[in-house]
């Protein structure tokens, strides 16, 4: 049933939107970018990608993670209809769900680094870059992270290859954009009333 792809895809990708969500809301502080300027006269990045929300972010969507690590472990004990992935379990989910929440918020700062380059600035909308920066660099760092620790036989699979699948990633790449839009939506709305 596609309903169960869309719930894999989306508790897959859990770890990652709070990751993203905590750096937004819990950052600030010292730029990554040090206040630096390209060669282009621009800011590399800007003042809202901060060392505080990348550690941050980071931390809270791991912590996350391993919550949903242990009701997925509850999920299958009660024969919960729909596989739930547990980020194969302690310890090895620790650089699975790293992989997820630091490469989304990567892939959040480079997008940012091309953003300043096109003259787009902090906070304005670059449709889709904006919606789905973060959705690959959880791709391509869960991918390589899940390799390496399949080399070095850490793993009995390629934990990327079993887990994501091309329907989810298809869901993810469809349905991220309008829950990123709505979200921007609501964080704008809750700042002006808060004023």
Not at 47 to 66: C, E, P, S, V, Y
Not at 154 to 164: A, D, G, R, V, Y
Request: with cysteine; net charge positive.
């Amino acid at each position: 049933m596609y309903y169960e792809f869309v719930i894999q895809a989306f508790w897959l990708i859990l770890p990652a939107y709070i990751a993203n969500a905590s750096a937004l809301l819990l950052g600030g502080g010292l730029p990554v970018d040090f206040g630096k300027k390209w060669c282009d006269g621009k800011r590399l990045l800007g003042d809202g990608k901060t060392w505080r929300g990348l550690f941050i972010g980071t931390f809270i969507g791991m912590t996350a993670g391993f919550g949903f690590s242990v009701i997925s472990k509850f999920a299958l004990n009660i024969d919960f209809p729909i596989k739930i992935n547990d980020f194969t379990g302690f310890p090895l989910m620790i650089p699975i769900l790293f992989s997820l929440c630091f490469g989304a918020l990567i892939g959040d700062i480079i997008e940012s680094f091309f953003k300043r380059r096109i003259g787009k600035e902090r906070g304005e909308n670059w449709i889709p870059f904006d919606q789905i920066d973060f959705i690959l660099g959880v791709l391509f760092f869960s991918f390589i992270i899940s390799s390496f620790l399949h080399f070095f036989n850490l793993t009995e699979e390629n934990w990327f290859l079993i887990s994501f699948t091309l329907n989810h990633i298809i869901i993810l790449l469809i349905f991220t954009p309008f829950i990123h839009l709505f979200s921007n939506y609501i964080h704008k709305r809750s700042k002006n009333s808060n004023r």
